[in-house]
């Protein structure tokens, strides 16, 4: 577990590095809100066409091969090997804070490499860096982690395809639920994240220094809470608890960013957004993950990265369309609407005994559990 932690946060520094900037980059050659929010999704939509795949394969062949070519969503279906049920939760966190020290770190260094003029900003030397961050990480699996999937438990069958496996994982409807409930919270944080840099240059007046260090802030709230706090909270008020909590807290925090045009206001909405997705993203995962069978975690957990790539496809081409036709505010309005709706889905999703009871059985109840 340490090593992988560590893994995932040299990749994600990479990352966190260069996301913030794009923004900069599409506007240094004067392109619209639509294309600059386009270029962001370019990345979710290469997950999305692969996530099933590598999932997939991963059940095949082992996690270690296929985390040294794809590491999101094999990493969930790691920890789901090497954790206990009733400790998911905790241990979706710890990847939850490696993530959020990872954009933690990469904003803020992109940030200062890259200075705060938007005009003359270092674009070019963050990239450098992100790609040996890459490299680094991609020699720390290879290098550095066992095998976490013995071959006993691997399912020798071929690969299913995308769609039959989407098909598959989507006839069970509390798990069907669950990745709607996912695929929509980041459907409107992707899309709010999309526009921040080229929201917060007209409305405050920022450039790529500040808008990475408001990144690092995110990041450093959700490693805490994720990295120290989320076992414990897990243990008191249980994952759908938590989840609902944090849908409240960004559907809160998107309403409240239109209308932030000092920094007071500004760092109470950002707070309240990053303590949101800090409960949210480990608690969802984790009833996900719980309601997959041992054998079929890869497949799982990379159609519900499929769904998230998805939100992240759409969303920030939703945001920029939003923002180029009903102004810079439009998009967090939009992310706050949609934020709702998820919260009034989790309200019907299983909860106490009725959740723990369908997490304890197999992979399609063992006997094609429709509950599932």
Partial sequence: MPTLFLIVVVDLVGFGLVIPLLPFYAVRFVASPQEVTALVAIYSLAQLMTAPLWGRLSDRVGRRPVLIVSLTASALAYIADVTKPEDRARG?????????????????????????????????????????????????????????????????????SRVGAVLSVLRRPVLSRLILVNFLVLLAVAGMQSVFAIWAMPQLGWGPSRVGYVFAYIGLISAALQGGLIGRLTHYFGEERLLLGGLALIAGGLLVMPFAHHLPVLVGAVTALALGMGLTQPAINSLISRRAGPEEQGEVMGVSQSATSLSRVLGPLAAGLFFAVFGRNSPYFLAAVLVAVTLLLALKLPRGRDAAQLAETGPLGQEGDPAR
């Fill in 92 to 160: 979706m966190g710890l990847i939850g804070a490696a993530f959020g020290l990872g954009f933690m770190i990469g904003p803020a260094l992109g940030g200062l490499l890259a200075g705060n003029d938007p005009v003359t900003a270092d674009l070019e030397t963050p990239a450098w860096v992100a790609a040996g961050l890459s490299a680094l990480a991609l020699l720390g699996v290879a290098l550095l982690l066992p095998e976490s999937l013995p071959a006993e438990r691997r399912d020798g069958a071929p690969p299913a």
